[in-house]
Protein backbone atom coordinates (compact mmCIF):
# COMPACT_ATOMS: atom_id res chain seq x y z
CA UNK A 1 0.00 0.00 0.00
CA UNK A 2 1.46 3.35 -0.82
CA UNK A 3 -0.10 6.22 1.12
CA UNK A 4 0.18 9.82 -0.85
CA UNK A 5 0.74 12.79 1.42
CA UNK A 6 -0.15 15.98 -0.04
CA UNK A 7 2.97 18.69 0.69
CA UNK A 8 2.93 22.60 1.45
CA UNK A 9 3.85 24.44 -1.64
CA UNK A 10 7.18 25.91 -0.78
CA UNK A 11 8.84 28.78 -3.14
CA UNK A 12 12.53 27.18 -3.09
CA UNK A 13 15.07 29.66 -4.56
CA UNK A 14 17.55 28.80 -7.33
CA UNK A 15 20.47 27.80 -5.14
CA UNK A 16 18.35 25.49 -3.96
CA UNK A 17 17.48 24.04 -7.12
CA UNK A 18 20.83 24.02 -9.00
CA UNK A 19 22.89 20.85 -9.78
CA UNK A 20 25.82 20.50 -8.85
CA UNK A 21 28.63 18.75 -10.92
CA UNK A 22 29.15 15.53 -9.74
CA UNK A 23 25.15 14.65 -10.05
CA UNK A 24 23.77 15.53 -7.22
CA UNK A 25 22.15 18.15 -5.51
CA UNK A 26 22.96 21.27 -2.98
CA UNK A 27 21.22 20.55 0.46
CA UNK A 28 18.31 22.70 0.69
CA UNK A 29 18.15 25.59 3.76
CA UNK A 30 14.98 24.54 4.91
CA UNK A 31 12.27 22.23 5.22
CA UNK A 32 8.96 20.25 4.17
CA UNK A 33 7.30 22.95 5.68
CA UNK A 34 9.23 26.21 4.68
CA UNK A 35 11.10 26.71 7.76
CA UNK A 36 14.32 26.03 9.18
CA UNK A 37 15.88 22.64 10.17
CA UNK A 38 14.95 20.97 13.83
CA UNK A 39 13.21 24.71 14.94
CA UNK A 40 11.02 23.47 17.84
CA UNK A 41 10.29 27.39 18.44
CA UNK A 42 8.15 28.16 15.46
CA UNK A 43 4.69 28.53 14.89
CA UNK A 44 2.79 25.61 12.87
CA UNK A 45 0.48 22.59 13.36
CA UNK A 46 3.30 20.23 12.71
CA UNK A 47 5.29 21.61 15.35
CA UNK A 48 2.60 21.52 18.10
CA UNK A 49 2.36 18.06 16.96
CA UNK A 50 5.78 17.02 17.74
CA UNK A 51 6.06 19.22 20.94
CA UNK A 52 2.61 17.16 21.85
CA UNK A 53 4.55 13.88 21.19
CA UNK A 54 7.69 15.10 23.22
CA UNK A 55 5.24 15.77 25.84
CA UNK A 56 4.13 12.39 26.32
CA UNK A 57 7.42 10.74 25.34
CA UNK A 58 9.16 12.52 28.44
CA UNK A 59 6.56 11.85 30.74
CA UNK A 60 6.63 8.05 29.99
CA UNK A 61 10.64 7.52 29.28
CA UNK A 62 11.59 5.80 32.61
CA UNK A 63 14.27 3.28 34.05
CA UNK A 64 11.11 0.13 34.78
CA UNK A 65 9.92 0.88 31.36
CA UNK A 66 13.01 0.74 30.22
CA UNK A 67 14.30 -2.37 31.47
CA UNK A 68 10.72 -4.05 30.44
CA UNK A 69 10.89 -3.40 27.12
CA UNK A 70 14.56 -4.94 26.57
CA UNK A 71 13.62 -7.54 28.65
CA UNK A 72 10.10 -8.32 26.28
CA UNK A 73 12.27 -7.28 22.81
CA UNK A 74 15.44 -8.75 23.85
CA UNK A 75 14.28 -12.28 23.42
CA UNK A 76 13.64 -11.60 19.44
CA UNK A 77 10.36 -13.78 19.49
CA UNK A 78 8.02 -11.70 17.80
CA UNK A 79 8.12 -12.51 14.14
CA UNK A 80 11.01 -13.56 11.29
CA UNK A 81 10.56 -11.28 8.17
CA UNK A 82 13.26 -9.85 5.76
CA UNK A 83 14.66 -6.48 5.33
CA UNK A 84 12.57 -5.71 2.81
CA UNK A 85 9.87 -6.92 4.00
CA UNK A 86 10.60 -4.62 7.15
CA UNK A 87 10.91 -2.02 4.81
CA UNK A 88 7.71 -2.31 3.12
CA UNK A 89 5.86 -1.89 6.75
CA UNK A 90 7.61 1.08 6.64
CA UNK A 91 5.54 2.58 4.00
CA UNK A 92 2.03 2.77 6.34
CA UNK A 93 3.76 5.03 8.83
CA UNK A 94 5.17 8.51 9.71
CA UNK A 95 7.37 9.89 12.06
CA UNK A 96 5.37 12.17 14.48
CA UNK A 97 8.74 13.17 15.94
CA UNK A 98 9.82 14.82 13.21
CA UNK A 99 9.88 18.45 13.01
CA UNK A 100 11.05 18.48 9.08
CA UNK A 101 8.95 15.97 6.84
CA UNK A 102 5.90 14.12 7.11
CA UNK A 103 7.27 11.07 4.58
CA UNK A 104 6.47 7.71 5.05
CA UNK A 105 9.37 5.91 6.36
CA UNK A 106 10.69 3.99 3.54
CA UNK A 107 11.43 6.99 1.59
CA UNK A 108 13.57 7.90 4.42
CA UNK A 109 14.88 4.73 4.21
CA UNK A 110 16.22 5.05 0.85
CA UNK A 111 16.85 8.10 0.46
CA UNK A 112 19.40 7.85 3.28
CA UNK A 113 21.11 4.15 1.38
CA UNK A 114 21.41 6.09 -1.70
CA UNK A 115 23.18 9.32 -0.24
CA UNK A 116 25.42 7.22 1.43
CA UNK A 117 26.23 4.82 -1.55
CA UNK A 118 27.04 8.20 -3.80
CA UNK A 119 29.30 9.18 -0.84
CA UNK A 120 30.88 6.01 0.13
CA UNK A 121 30.57 3.81 -3.39
CA UNK A 122 32.85 1.30 -1.94
CA UNK A 123 31.37 0.39 1.62
CA UNK A 124 28.93 -2.02 0.62
CA UNK A 125 27.76 -2.94 3.79
CA UNK A 126 27.77 0.92 5.03
CA UNK A 127 25.00 0.83 2.18
CA UNK A 128 22.87 -1.37 4.22
CA UNK A 129 23.56 -0.19 7.58
CA UNK A 130 22.14 3.07 5.97
CA UNK A 131 18.94 1.35 4.78
CA UNK A 132 18.08 -0.48 8.19
CA UNK A 133 19.45 2.41 10.44
CA UNK A 134 15.06 3.33 11.74
CA UNK A 135 14.37 -0.20 10.25
CA UNK A 136 13.18 -0.66 14.32
CA UNK A 137 9.83 1.65 13.31
CA UNK A 138 8.14 -1.65 12.59
CA UNK A 139 7.70 -1.92 16.35
CA UNK A 140 4.58 0.62 15.53
CA UNK A 141 3.55 -2.29 13.34
CA UNK A 142 1.19 -5.33 14.93
CA UNK A 143 3.51 -7.33 14.34
CA UNK A 144 6.13 -6.32 16.20
CA UNK A 145 3.28 -5.20 19.09
CA UNK A 146 2.14 -1.79 17.80
CA UNK A 147 3.62 0.26 20.17
CA UNK A 148 2.71 4.05 20.78
CA UNK A 149 5.02 6.76 18.65
CA UNK A 150 6.47 7.68 21.79
CA UNK A 151 7.86 4.65 22.49
CA UNK A 152 9.65 4.07 19.18
CA UNK A 153 10.81 7.24 17.66
CA UNK A 154 12.10 10.62 18.50
CA UNK A 155 15.31 11.60 19.93
CA UNK A 156 16.75 9.26 22.38
CA UNK A 157 18.63 10.27 26.52
CA UNK A 158 20.04 8.75 28.97
CA UNK A 159 17.67 7.47 31.85
CA UNK A 160 18.07 6.69 35.18
CA UNK A 161 19.67 10.02 36.10
CA UNK A 162 18.95 13.84 35.64
CA UNK A 163 17.68 14.49 32.19
CA UNK A 164 19.71 16.90 30.10
CA UNK A 165 18.64 20.21 29.91
CA UNK A 166 19.71 20.45 26.68
CA UNK A 167 17.04 17.73 25.53
CA UNK A 168 13.82 19.05 23.37
CA UNK A 169 11.05 19.90 25.72
CA UNK A 170 12.87 19.29 28.71
CA UNK A 171 10.32 21.14 30.63
CA UNK A 172 8.04 17.86 30.52
CA UNK A 173 9.92 16.09 32.64
CA UNK A 174 8.79 17.00 35.29
CA UNK A 175 6.26 14.90 35.10
CA UNK A 176 8.00 11.87 34.51
CA UNK A 177 8.37 9.58 38.12
CA UNK A 178 11.97 9.52 37.89
CA UNK A 179 12.51 12.71 38.06
CA UNK A 180 11.36 12.62 41.70
CA UNK A 181 13.21 9.97 42.76
CA UNK A 182 16.34 10.69 44.42
CA UNK A 183 18.04 7.15 43.08
CA UNK A 184 17.93 8.67 39.66
CA UNK A 185 17.33 12.35 39.59
CA UNK A 186 20.93 13.64 40.15
CA UNK A 187 23.88 14.29 37.58
CA UNK A 188 25.21 10.63 37.74
CA UNK A 189 22.08 8.86 39.75
CA UNK A 190 22.20 4.91 39.51
CA UNK A 191 25.34 5.36 37.44
CA UNK A 192 29.16 6.29 38.44
CA UNK A 193 31.28 8.61 36.95
CA UNK A 194 32.99 6.89 34.35
CA UNK A 195 31.03 4.01 33.96
CA UNK A 196 30.88 3.23 30.41
CA UNK A 197 28.34 3.97 27.83
CA UNK A 198 27.24 0.10 27.41
CA UNK A 199 26.52 0.57 31.22
CA UNK A 200 23.98 3.04 30.84
CA UNK A 201 20.42 2.36 29.86
CA UNK A 202 18.96 5.05 26.98
CA UNK A 203 15.48 5.55 26.28
CA UNK A 204 13.44 2.82 24.88
CA UNK A 205 12.82 3.59 20.84
CA UNK A 206 13.06 2.10 17.31
CA UNK A 207 17.27 2.56 18.14
CA UNK A 208 17.39 0.64 20.76
CA UNK A 209 15.49 -2.18 19.38
CA UNK A 210 17.92 -2.38 16.34
CA UNK A 211 21.37 -2.37 17.90
CA UNK A 212 19.77 -5.88 20.37
CA UNK A 213 18.42 -7.49 16.81
CA UNK A 214 21.87 -6.90 14.86
CA UNK A 215 24.31 -6.72 18.18
CA UNK A 216 25.39 -10.38 16.89
CA UNK A 217 24.46 -10.69 13.69
CA UNK A 218 26.37 -7.53 12.24
CA UNK A 219 30.25 -6.53 11.48
CA UNK A 220 31.82 -4.80 14.36
CA UNK A 221 31.75 -1.13 12.46
CA UNK A 222 28.01 -2.09 11.55
CA UNK A 223 27.03 -2.41 14.64
CA UNK A 224 29.13 0.96 16.51
CA UNK A 225 26.67 2.81 14.32
CA UNK A 226 23.29 1.67 14.82
CA UNK A 227 24.77 2.43 18.89
CA UNK A 228 25.81 6.21 17.52
CA UNK A 229 22.57 6.60 16.10
CA UNK A 230 20.77 4.98 19.48
CA UNK A 231 22.89 8.01 21.05
Given at each position: ????????????????RH?????????????????TF????????????????????????????????????GE????????????????????????????????????????????????????????????????????????????????????????????????????????????????????????????????????????????????????????????
Open positions: MTILIEQPEVEIGVEEKVADGGFEAPHINSFGHRDYHVESERQKGVEEFNRTNHINQTVDFVRRMRKEYLKRVEMSIWECCELLNEFVDESDSDLDEPQIQHLLQTAEAIRKDYPDEDWLHLTALIHDLGKVLLHPAFGELPQWAVVGDTFPVGCAFDESIVHHKYFQENQDNKNPAYNTKYGNYSEGCGLNNVLISWGHDDYMYLVHTTSFVAEDSYRIEKNRN
